[in-house]
């Protein structure tokens, strides 16, 4: 067991992240005080309940009594070097993004729980929409661009469909005369021909454009 109620994670280095993490735990129902320099919360009301949310839910901390957290344990997977860009948020580049820790706390501040639904207006590139997923929470989004559309699609339905995204991927790689990148015929034509799931086409369809940000970004270099 690690010593410490409860310590935050290591890149927890802002004000603003402290605050978020004091008023989660005030919403999870929990009385505490900061102690060893800023780094760890003593616990007074401790109950398995009170742990186990903590554990699920939290956004900044890495141990709760001992245990990992959900969380710690899901950005392990980052495949960037960025700490908040884990699962589907590294998916594509995108100005101006929540971090999506930050998100994950206020949905938990302000009490949404499993089953819930949240409404996001400008749901940008679908961070709150990836959140409320992990946490259970139903979300509709609104944006105006249909990039930020497609790019909320794809980080939270494309694991329903990740056997036929793979298949397809093996089917077309294995041909020499074309791949989804270099055909002769109209792109989304082709899509059409490879699949009928909007899920797996979306996938497709944002592959592609990420594909011709990095042929220009080679170009220009």
């Known amino acids: 067991m690690i010593e410490g109620d409860l310590i935050l994670l290591d890149n927890v280095q802002f004000t603003y992240e402290l605050s978020l993490a004091e008023l989660e735990l005030k919403a999870s129902g929990a009385d505490f005080e900061l102690t060893n320099g800023f780094r760890e919360f003593k616990i007074f009301n401790k109950s398995e309940e009170l742990i186990e949310r903590i554990k699920r839910r939290g956004s900044y901390y890495r141990t709760v009594s001992g245990y990992f957290t959900d969380y710690f344990k899901i950005i392990q997977t980052n495949r960037t070097r960025s700490v908040n860009q884990y699962l589907t948020h590294w998916i594509y580049p995108y100005k101006g993004k929540f971090h999506p820790q930050m998100i994950r706390a206020l949905l938990n501040i302000i ?17 709150t929409a990836v959140e409320s997923q992990l946490l259970g929470i139903n979300f509709i989004g609104i944006d105006i661009s249909p990039l930020c559309v497609i ?54 369809i944002l592959a592609r454009l990420l594909a011709m940000i990095i042929l220009v970004e080679i170009v220009i270099l």
Request: net charge negative; hydrophobic share 30%; no cysteine.
């Open 151 to 204: 790019q909320g699609k794809v980080k939270t339905e494309s694991v329903y469909v990740i056997d036929e995204i793979e298949k397809i991927k093996n089917e077309v790689s294995s041909t020499i005369v074309s791949n989804l990148f270099q055909t002769n015929e109209n792109y989304y034509r082709f899509l059409d021909k490879l699949s009928k799931d909007e899920r797996v086409k979306n996938f497709y």
């Open 111 to 127: 009490g949404l729980k499993e089953g819930d639904t949240v409404l996001d207006p400008f749901s940008g590139s679908g961070t």
